[in-house]
């Protein structure tokens, strides 16, 4: 991922049209809400089948443009708290690893279990 370059640019951006006072952690964390709200949007009423084809139709650009505003602000959220996204999603991806396990997750039976228990990868519930 390119994220310093990516946040270099949207400093710029921002700093160009004077927005930095605007942009405080709970302002980023609201504005992405919104823009997953959005996203949402586009998925409303669409059922399994049909939201899987979304790029296919109509939609396709409005899809585009969300997820877009959504990463724009998540970037611009790390940049503001000095977050480096790929140390936390390095961190995360072991953690999620170690919590749960090839070997559970393959042998999970939804139909038996409502979900993984996440504190024993060992035991499914």
Known sequence: M???NWQRQLRQFVQDRKWEQFHNPKNLVLALMGELG???EQFTWLDGEESKKIMNGPNKEAVEDELADIFIY???LCDVLNVDLDKIFNKKMEKNSKKY???VCQNWDPGKQSRLHPRNSSSLI
């Open 38 to 40: 959005e996203l949402s």
């Open 74 to 76: 998540l970037l611009r």
């Open 101 to 103: 396990t090839r070997q």
């Open 2 to 4: 390119n994220q310093q």
